[in-house]
């Protein structure tokens, strides 16, 4: 993805205050040593699933501040907001460390106990959320033969998937972790060799994944997205196809409705970019390219008749998608951007969507010195409804976003 290079000429100077809640000690790989500020069970550091708990309860937001200053030095702090039944998110002042986090959202277990982020370092950071509602630091920065350049959270919660956008002989593709119930990672190693792992989303209904990789397993050669069976024994391939037709994609994102019958994929790079590509599932047969101008991220409204297009790096822009699935020949179409009610987007970088309860179809988004909260509508509008600004220093720069499912 590129570089948000313009990214200190928007700063101001101003001052910020926090409160912040240090990391517990660690080992070299950031995991905790046992403290009495963890709630340990019997069955800490197992496997075990995690359901999702009331659909209408308030929510934990978590943002990434990864500047300190304006030489560029990396910030490691993670700030957690509280974000209502009623849709008002709220600073509490309370913040952790871990690692400098950028683009790639902040991603929870179903039950929102357990929040993961893939960190600049490559490294993934994992803190939970103990029975106060308190943070915890779990892994500062978890490695084990990865460099990660985003975090997917299998639909049961009990493993994670580590996409590496390196090349197969440099160890790259998709990497499988554990998750115990006590948020701590245990490796098992490469499970979808290949390389160049870009993005990767689970489709609703076959619980299957879409992959964009240049390659995958045993996939043929000039394809650039899987679909892959990951639900159980050893990943398989379903099925390949080539959505970009050149080879030459970055991609940043990959959305997928909740029909599961289409996946739209961002190619942020620089190599073409500019572009976003739809494939059919589970065929896995390219159906068209739209042209937008640096594709952050999509993100698909659960209401499933539309989409919102993040363009960032200087073109900043949200734009609507229509999605339309009796269309076989353009199911997507984008249609203009956002009314904006809270002022024109500011390098917007990441987004994500809750996707059930009152709150179904709210959209956080990532922006350059604040939180923009949006909306989808059963019609499939989309209305920008707050912003959240944390300053106009350096330091008040937001690098990603995640929120409680």
Known sequence: MLARTSLLGFLLLAACNSHSIAPLDGGADG???????????PDAGSVCPRLPGDPNAPRKVVVSHPFTDTTGVKGTTFEVLDLSAA??????????????AFYGPIVFTPDGKVGLVAQDD????????DASGN?????????DGFYAQ????DPDGSRAWVLDADTAANGGGVYEVAIGCDGTLTSRGLAVPGGTANAMAFAP???????????????PAMTDTHLLALASGAPARVASGNAFGDGMAIVSSVAIPPDGKFAILSDNGLAAGNRLA???????????????PNPAQVVASPFGNAALLLNSDGMDALRVIAYDPSNATAPFTITGEVSYQNGKPQLPAAAVVIGRGALKGTVLVAENLAVRELAFSQAGAVTDEALMSFGTDTPSIVGTVGVQP
């Open 278 to 292: 739809v494939i059919a599932l589970p065929q896995m047969t390219p159906v068209g390219l739209l042209s937008t």
């Open 205 to 219: 209904i076959s619980g299957q994944a879409v992959l964009a990789a240049g390659a995958a397993l045993d996939s």
């Open 150 to 153: 985003t975090v997917v959270v």
């Open 87 to 100: 849709g008002a998110l709220t600073r509490e002042n309370v913040t952790f460390q871990m690692g400098a």
């Open 135 to 143: 943070p915890v630091v779990v892994h500062a920065a978890f490695r």
């Open 31 to 41: 995991s905790t040593a046992p403290d009495a500020a963890i709630d340990a069970s």
């Open 122 to 129: 490559g490294s993934v950071g994992v803190f939970r959320f």
